[in-house]
T-cell receptor, first 112, second 113 residues
Framework: KAGVTQTPRYLIKTRGQQVTLSCSPI?????VSWYQQTPGQGLQFLFE???????NKGNFPGRFSGRQFSNSRSEMNVSTLELGDSALYLC???????????FGSGTRLTVV | DQQVKQNSPSLSVQEGRISILNCDYT??????FLWYKKYPAEGPTFLIS?????DKNEDGRFTVFLNKSAKHLSLHIVPSQPGDSAVYFC????????????FGIGTKLQVIP
């Protein structure tokens, strides 16, 4: 069974640009969550989608947005990129919280 | 405000000995606790979980202990192996439906051969 797939793996963008990251969950998983990982900050929760609806949202500015499609694939968008947005962005899918979350390998975003 | 705290950024243990990773939390609404392991350039991998109705859960070499009154949990790895060297994240969420999962900042474990 295929795992969680995130594309692209690496990305370099310039300040002020926008970026879209993609996540394909494990087949059958309807919940998709996004996290930002930076050194010293651990995994910071961005948002979680279930059946195309945003269920939970973390404490990030409105420049960070996401969506989920009917096939459970999810995209995350960051507009007006800042240097501080450089991080590893992780997507995780779940079939139920008691089963834990399966993470993708992440997209490493570098803003220059 | 960090609701899940991992106060030890790193830990070194000799191969074959016990590794104990600690985690404290402040939110009394947390009802479910998880541990994840992360290797460089990979996403975190789910290791083991425990619900608040238990005080211990064991899976092979991994055991998680929960002390609700102290709002403390720990992960024990016995015996430790060099392949266990990774960053370990503690996470927690409340009960019911899909709750936001809060992660700690991680503890880097190094198992020395």
């Amino acid at each position: 069974k295929a795992g969680v797939t995130q594309t692209p793996r690496y990305l370099i963008k310039t300040r002020g640009q926008q970026v879209t990251l993609s996540c394909s969950p494990i087949s059958g998983h309807r919940s998709v969550s996004w996290y930002q990982q930076t050194p010293g900050q651990g995994l910071q929760f961005l948002f979680e989608y279930f059946s195309e609806t945003q269920r939970n949202k973390g404490n990030f500015p409105g420049r960070f947005s996401g969506r989920q499609f009917s096939n459970s694939r999810s995209e995350m968008n960051v507009s007006t990129l800042e240097l501080g947005d450089s991080a590893l962005y992780l997507c995780a899918s779940s079939q139920g919280q008691a089963y834990g979350y399966t993470f993708g390998s992440g997209t490493r975003l570098t803003v220059v | 405000d960090q609701q899940v705290k991992q106060n030890s950024p790193s830990l070194s243990v000799q191969e074959g000995r016990i590794s104990i990773l600690n985690c404290d939390y402040t939110n009394s609404m947390f009802d479910y606790f998880l541990w994840y392991k992360k290797y460089p350039a990979e996403g975190p991998t789910f290791l083991i979980s425990i619900s608040s109705i238990k005080d211990k859960n064991e899976d092979g070499r991994f055991t998680v202990f929960l002390n609700k009154s102290a709002k403390h949990l720990s992960l024990h790895i016995v015996p430790s192996q060099p392949g266990d060297s990774a960053v370990y994240f503690c996470a927690a969420h409340g009960e019911g439906g899909y709750q936001k999962v809060t992660f700690g900042i991680g503890t880097k474990l190094q198992v020395i051969p």
